[in-house]
């Protein structure tokens, strides 16, 4: 269907295209052929039962995952808590945290993506995501890999850290000795950020299924598209990770691509045409990197 509405491959629809991706829709959930050629048969109108979809928003619900209903409940939760200049630091949010009874090392995944702009504090907003995802866990439903594009606050689309400390959670007392925000600073070495490495690293060990130190598109499929962008995106993201075109990933070109991902969802960074020096590991840094075909 995507396809077919975006037949030059631009990655976004326009209005025509979205239409013809929505009687498209509407086609297939009658039983037609998903072919231009039924463009002109009758069909009711499309129907969406999963309005959290990224892709799918409906017009009545709200853009933001979190709903204006739960907002009012965690905002009242932030701001009993005395936030100083509007922000909680990590000291302050871990009692709440610890008392959901989810495990360390959800909780510790759950402050990770909520704390967007990683200065080591919660402003209002990423809060309401941090409650979110805990509310959402102990309804047994999986702490994603990556934040959903719906989840991101929508006046946050966070460049730089502003909020001045970098205190991490675990400098208020860590929540698991193992977790992976013990330090705010990227590395010297490598463009991604420690503080994101070892969560990646870990989501790596969980999709190399045959444990050959290596994954393939298909183990990070649903990884990948959990983000919300358009398959050109993830498509070049891979190309641009897959530094020495072997059709598979090791940890560290994996933890690129996330890194790459994380760019785009959260801060609107477009990946580059080529892999500069500082997006490869030292591991690599001998050998030639190879983008499309060019050394």
Known sequence: IWDLA?????????????????????????GQDVSLSSLGLTAPPPKFKD???????????PLWAVRPEEKNKFDGIFESLSPVGGLLSGDKVKPVLINSKLPLDVLGKVWDLS???????????????????????????????LLPAPLVPLDSLRSTPSHGSMNSLNSAGSLSPKHPL???QPSLSWAVPLADRGRY????????SDLDGFVSGQEVKEIFMHSGLSQNVLAH???????????????EQFSLAMH?????????VA??????GDMVTGTERGEPVKVGGEG
């Open 237 to 251: 993201i891979w190309a641009l990770a897959d530094t020495r075109q072997m059709g598979k990933l090791t940890r």
């Open 6 to 30: 975006d037949p030059e491959g631009k990655g976004y629809l326009d209005k025509q295209g979205f239409f013809v991706a929505l009687r498209l829709v509407a086609g297939a959930q009658s």
């Open 271 to 276: 990946p580059g045409q080529a892999v500069s």
């Open 115 to 145: 704390d967007i702009d990683k200065d080591g504090h919660l402003d209002k907003d990423e809060f309401a995501v941090a409650m979110h995802l805990v509310y959402r866990a102990l309804e047994k439903e999986p702490v994603p890999a």
């Open 201 to 208: 690293d870990d989501i790596f060990l969980k999709t190399d």
């Open 51 to 61: 309005t959290g979809s990224p892709s799918l928003p409906a017009s009545a619900e």
């Open 260 to 268: 790459l991902i994380q760019q785009k969802v959260l801060k609107g």
């Open 182 to 184: 013990k330090s705010s």
